[in-house]
């Protein structure tokens, strides 16, 4: 399952109550991460995301999600928006077994400790 989110300026309420619900999340998140945004209906409308609250909602992603960035290209029609790739690493595990080898054999190891 992959998720492709196009709600600019409304990715980081989205994202975050997907990935604390936690239910079915997919294997990767394909979206548009602003900076600023032109709809006046989002709750930050008026002011940039500073690097300190995109990189906060970026670790939560990985520390909370799983999902690490993969890919970012720099939207050339939007100034404001580079369009990301997040690619859900515990889902992928199990999709892919084998992918991972030395956490696979480091989880293996520590379960077989009494």
Do not use: K
Not at 21 to 39: D, I, K, N
Not at 67 to 90: G, K, M, P, Q, T
């Amino acid at each position: 399952m992959f998720l492709v989110c196009l709600v600019p300026g409304w990715e980081y309420y989205v994202l975050e109550s997907m990935v604390r619900v936690g239910h079915l999340l997919p294997l990767s998140l394909s979206f548009e991460l602003h900076f600023l945004t032109s709809v006046p209906s989002v709750p930050w409308f008026g002011h940039s995301r500073s690097p300190a609250e995109i990189g906060g909602f970026t670790d939560f992603l990985q520390t909370r999600g799983g999902y690490v960035i993969v890919d970012r290209n720099d939207n050339r029609f939007c100034s404001s928006c580079s369009e990301v790739v997040f690619a859900h690493l515990l889902t992928s595990r199990e999709a892919a077994p084998g992918l991972f080898p030395r956490a696979e054999a480091a989880e293996a190891a520590e379960a077989a400790q009494p």
